[in-house]
T-cell receptor
Framework: DGGITQSPKYLFRKEGQNVTLSCEQN?????MYWYRQDPGQGLRLIYY???????QKGDIAEGYSVSREKKESFPLTVTSAQKNPTAFYLC????????????FGPGTRLTVT | GQQLNQSPQSMFIQEGEDVSMNCTSS?????WLWYKQDPGEGPVLLIA?????ELTSNGRLTAQFGITRKDSFLNISASIPSDVGIYFC?????????????????FGQGTILTVHP
């Protein structure tokens, strides 16, 4: 089955540690995106990538980093510089034509204490 | 940046009732999308709209792309308990010639739907 996988579902870290969230897609989509969702709020774009080895900052990129070494993978690193890292993180992908429908993974809930 | 105003923010209804929610923008959109998010899960695409005036159904869900291209509506008929969740609108903004969005979408803040049995 084609889709987007994110792992792990729940992640716990101590303050000051970097942590990497995984996102893999087998939909052969060109573009991939990372969003952050806080309780009761909408989706805020962190980073996005149109092609391999290229990515752009979204609205809230500070304290985050990404890489796009393979078309199917777009990992997100939450660094110790991110002041409020506890949140629900969503990865999405889309083709870059037509209506640009984005398809989402199941999300990773990160808790930093 | 572009913003979408989604209303209402929350709804509490009885099972069997119909539901309406909408999104509006001050600028033109080329595409309108509606998603549903269950608690602790990723959003799932419900309906995609591509043309002004388009009316599309998916089971008990019906969505419309506004004639002005600045709004969209989602209706749910005969609600059931599993309709509970957060509904998001999203749009692909119209760009002037030569502009590129890299497929970025603008999202509404969501409508939280609660259905009482």
């Amino acid at each position: 089955d084609g889709g987007i996988t994110q792992s792990p579902k729940y992640l716990f870290r101590k303050e000051g540690q970097n942590v990497t969230l995984s996102c893999e897609q087998n939909l052969n989509h060109d573009a991939m995106y990372w969003y952050r969702q806080d309780p009761g709020q909408g989706l805020r774009l962190i980073y996005y990538s149109q092609i391999v080895n290229d990515f752009q900052k979204g609205d809230i990129a500070e304290g985050y980093s990404v890489s796009r070494e393979k078309k199917e993978s777009f990992p997100l690193t939450v660094t110790s510089a991110q002041k409020n890292p506890t949140a629900f993180y969503l990865c999405a992908s889309s083709i870059l034509a037509g209506g640009y429908e984005q398809y989402f993974g199941p999300g990773t809930r990160l808790t930093v204490t | 940046g572009q913003q979408l105003n989604q209303s209402p923010q929350s709804m509490f209804i009885q099972e069997g009732e119909d539901v309406s929610m909408n999104c509006t923008s001050s600028s033109i959109f080329n595409t309108w999308l509606w998603y549903k998010q269950d608690p602790g899960e990723g959003p799932v695409l419900l309906i995609a709209l591509y043309k002004a005036g388009e009316l599309t159904s998916n089971g008990r869900l019906t969505a419309q792309f506004g004639i002005t291209r600045k709004d969209s509506f989602l209706n749910i008929s005969a609600s059931i308990p599993s309709d509970v969740g957060i509904y998001f609108c999203a749009g692909q903004p119209y760009l002037n010639a030569g502009g590129t969005s890299y497929g970025k979408l603008t999202f509404g803040q969501g409508t939280i739907l609660t259905v009482h049995p």
